[in-house]
């Protein structure tokens, strides 16, 4: 299922290159270590105005059976 993290790459500001992001070119970064906590253990998963509810019944129905095996912070 597509999701922020592992779908489209989300990351802290540290994490990336500069490269990738030429608006921060200019910055040493810090580490985020709060930023890459929540990251860590937020599920963000992409829901559309268009999705129905049977498409969202399998997404929530995955997400009842796999969190319990999620560590927790």
Request: glycine fraction near 2%; charged fraction near 20%; charge should be negative.
């Amino acid at each position: 299922m597509p999701n922020s993290v592992g779908t489209y790459g989300l990351t802290t500001a540290d994490q990336r290159r500069c490269a990738a992001l030429p608006s921060l070119a200019a910055y040493q970064l810090q580490e985020c270590p709060t930023a890459r906590a929540a990251l860590d253990t937020t599920l963000a998963i992409v829901v559309q105005e268009s999705d129905s509810e049977e498409r969202l019944h399998p997404v929530a129905q995955i997400v009842t059976e796999e969190a319990p095996s999620w560590p927790s912070f």
